[in-house]
């Protein structure tokens, strides 16, 4: 099946989640030996990417989200009160696509598929679109 899909929960209201365990399992799932898998969340105030699970990073990359002001004058607000989520998420993206060889997404050696709660606690879906080569 080249489409697989699994559910994250998030607890906070801004947390990141490495998903790279369950994204490899999708690729098993899928039996997809050589090609290319996208992964993306069908959300907009939920990111996708791919970086380093350090915890000094992380920290970081909340701070960075953060900085980012809240309320204010975003028009969005006048909907649901969440245009930062929204406009982080355009600014990092949705998904990512990334080689598969040998059965398994490739990574370098520090690199983990993440996942960004920018509007949380949700229950999120992820997406994992494989195309074989
Ligand atoms: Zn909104």
């Known amino acids: 099946m080249p489409t697989q899909r699994f559910r994250i929960s998030t607890a906070k209201h801004r947390q ?3 998903i790279t365990s369950q994204v490899q399992e999708a690729v098993r799932a899928a039996g ?4 290319l898998a996208c992964i993306s969340v069908p959300h907009c105030t939920c990111v996708v990417y791919v ?9 970081d990359t909340l701070e960075l989200i953060n900085q980012l002001p809240a309320g204010g004058s975003w028009q969005h607000n006048r909907i649901d009160n969440n245009a930062e989520a929204h ?3 355009s600014l990092m993206g949705s998904s990512t696509c990334l080689p ?7 990574l370098g050696t520090w690199q983990r598929i993440m996942l960004i709660e920018l509007d949380g606690p949700r229950e999120r879906l992820v997406t994992v679109t494989i195309v074989p080569s």
Do not use: F, K, R, Y
Not at 32 to 35: A, F, H, R, S
Not at 100 to 106: R, T
């Open 87 to 89: 406009l982080m998420a």
């Open 32 to 35: 997809c030996d050589q090609g």
């Open 51 to 59: 970086n380093e699970n350090e915890s000094g990073l992380i920290a």
């Open 16 to 18: 990141i989640t490495d």
């Open 100 to 106: 598969v060889s040998g059965g398994q997404v490739e």
